[in-house]
């Protein structure tokens, strides 16, 4: 694995709620840690935003020239406009290129996912495996894959877009769940049913009252039969999906990330649920909890410039 040059690095996490930001040491250590909340709807407002923080770790730690991961939502189209559902403000802009001009630093990009997949690949869950895959399971669902503790980005930079495979209709069939659109403007993406917010819709398809993954949770654990039913049938999409996930890229040991990798069953339960869509012969990887939990972005976004990506 690649050594940490001697440098400070900043990571800065854009979240739809809020926006972290992180100076990092040659050995990872927070030196410095400040969040603002996410302007929504004002461009030029995120902007600046981004610059104060800069400004403001620069000022705590008397540096000017640290090297700057920043871990931003959606994806990048082929013209560099950012694609984003949970922050609207930056949606059909060219996020990347006005931050560099607006910040003449160095600066070294992701996506969230990515940046989480990273932080537990390096010195995280993942440490000490030659391949990981983050799944982050929370409103959405995505991931990263690092080789050698370090991201795979891919033609596209979209490795780990998992969310967005289909889930295959002899499931939905079995289940009687209907086609989802999704944001991304395809249908039955894995997202719209083995997320957070997937669990709570499942179990609202059955007739169950689930404003969210949580009240499923805590409806299964007193025995409400609707919850429990939802649960099976979102072990059994999620195990699919996941299985899926073990023959594109076979990693070494999966993370789950995101509010649904709090539920302690689910680290028991999958290994059963991903074999059965598994042919004969094939081991299920490890699946662990993240180690960072939600700081992992912020600290993932720090190693972005001291860790180039494989392409």
Known sequence: ??????????????????????????????????????????YPGFLEAIAALVASADAALGAHDAAIGIALPGVRDRDGRQLSANVRALTGHPVAHDLQARLGRRLYFGNDLQCFAVSEAYGGAAEGFPSMFGAILGTGAGGGYCVQGRLVRGFNGLAGEWGHTSVPAHLLQRYGLPVLACGCGLQGCVERYVSGSGL?????????????????????????????????????????????????????????????SNHAPLYQQLPTAMAAHLFKGVQVPPIVPPRFGDAGGARGAALLPRLPALT
């Open 200 to 260: 709570a819709m499942i179990a609202r398809h059955l007739g169950a009252d689930a404003p969210d993954a949580n009240a499923v949770i805590a409806a299964a654990d007193r025995g409400d039969a609707r919850a429990l039913q939802a649960l099976d049938i979102h072990r059994d999409l999620l195990g699919h999906s996941l299985a899926m996930l073990v023959l594109a890229f076979d990693p070494h040991v999966i993370v789950l990330g995101g509010g649904l």
């Open 1 to 42: 694995m690649t050594d940490l040059r001697a440098t400070l690095s900043y990571g800065i996490d854009i979240g739809g709620t809020k926006i972290e930001a992180v100076a990092c040491d040659a050995a990872m250590a927070v030196l410095w840690r400040q969040r603002i909340p996410t302007p929504q709807d004002d």
